[in-house]
DNA sequence: CTGAAAGCGCTTACAG
DNA sequence: CTGAAAGCGCTTACAG
């Protein structure tokens, strides 16, 4: 024998003795695997109680193979919209008796993604959830061995089988419409200076003004985290003929935006009108109150978690998997009075 | 036999099959546990390679009667200091080979705080995290069983033997203290309503003054989360003689309480200064900018999770646990633009 | 509906 | 330094 065993903790075989069955059939009452008898059935549940018996998902994930577990790859863990998808994943997660693995994917090269990919999978997770919000999800994707049950959260169409993404593109274009039906002929927008998906913010700008039959003006970027360059860009555009409508890709953009516009003494609402998207904490509090758009990104973590479990539960059971699919979490605007009528 | 075997991946039989050597070899190899002769290790290292052959976590775990991961009971999912923790604690889990399990606390009613510690518990971690941000923190601690190694983060001082805790209470005092040295005769406080701990914010704005012999006056409280109050409080302190400097303590507060006094028809921070707490990302954009203290919470996950990794160490080795001890964590102040010389 | 047996992939006391 | 054996706590094919 290999050490004492002296149990701390109650296991199967101390439910079965109480309950005079064998072990198999507290296994099964436990997995309603099979049927048990009535008084049995009885006498299983009134001993787990008594004993506060919890199984080992240890050894349950030895005998199955597989961990009752799911593990999020995320590229952006400092990120709100990581966190807040972090919290439903484990929601939805939870009431199936699931457990989350949290591994990050910041600020590695590729080599570490890789190592990082398979000390995540060391656990045999039931699944993987991998976040497109980052290039590290992409990398992520290819080093994961095929039959893992797997979804994409938050990329762009087409990334994998099975994906759930935010509304990022109607949003867009549904802010910039909102500008256009205030009587504004023409939208700029500001973005920071890195790639966007095809299902951007972006892009639903893009639509809007095609839509209405105005040519597509090219998109001011400003490099990525330099506000102050965002703030020269609003100047710029205070300077400006003709402004009197911006669309900011994020709220701080928007920020920035209006305090160039300032300075270049122009009045927000009145002069022109901003909006920003993602509706962060301040938008509210902001002189004048910001307009944004929201994104769900804990109904996107649940149903990322739902349709991941579909495909768990078909791998188990043996039968075919669920047909690809790529569902479309809807964001809200949250108008409040950083626009006005032209 | 259960069912057929079919490896799909390496096992460590196949590793030392190859290596021409036992598995128990294999496994001291791994572990470290024994002297393994020069040549043995090298056959084994290169089987190891060939195979891309990684141990499987499940089986260890059951072996060793605890998985070698940590499972985090956070209370308070959503904010900030939750995920930028628990990104450190993975950080540090990383480097050790452990897996971060998450379990949130939130919105939970006292009974399903003890269902997710059992939950959160049936993997049988090496140790645990709570996070003593929210009350849940307070009830998971009750329900963890004695001998599971534990760190409390985040908490007041003397909530647990192991403890890191963030230099909150330093910081109120350094703030208030800032706000003195600049002449003003008293400073102001605004809070939530809701219970602080010892090691509060408030506290140390309670400290300074004391400290420079001013008579501490009530703090003025908000109900949580209504900013039109707080925006209230602030126009009241506007009209209100004497009043020259203000520690809100959240910045969303000194927004708001901004806000109030401009109402009033006060300058900030010309005829009153207005500092925050907490850091938040717009701060810096804010018209003042806001004055404000950012804590670490990256370096306490990551300090929480090597004081918890000692414990689990010496009750591996079977040597006496590590001393208590409270590590405390330091914040800094950013000083911007939202106060002034009286 | 139910039990005895074997197996999942590791680790460790035992005996060289 | 190293191997054969037994055990960790479950699950499942097999045979009633």
Redesign the interface.
Known sequence: M?RTTGH?RPVIKDVAKLADVSAPTVSRYLNGTAKIAEDKRKRIAAAIKELGY??????R???NQE?D?VVVFASK??E?S???T??GV??AA?KR?F??????L?ESDIASVEA?V???????PAGVLVYEYGWAGVEALKVIPQ?IPTVVVGGGFGDGDYQVINAEREGGRWMTMHLLDLGHKMVFHVQWDQETGDNSRTNGWRDALKEQGIDVPESITVPVGR?DKAVAAGKKLGRRKGVTAIFAATD?LA??VI?GLREAGRKVPQDISVIGFDD???D??W?PPLTSYTQNFHEMGQRAFRMLFEQIQAKRKGVDMPPAQVEIVQGRPCLRASEAAC
Chains 1, 2 share one sequence.
């Open positions: 290999a701390s919890e199984p080992s998902m240890a050894a994930a030895l005998s961990m577990s863990p400092d709100f990581t966190s807040a972090n919290h484990e929601a939870r008796g457990l989350l693995n949290i591994v990050s910041d990082r398979r000390m995540g999978l060391a656990v045999r039959g506000l701080e920020i920035a305090k962060m904490a301040f509210a509090l002189e």
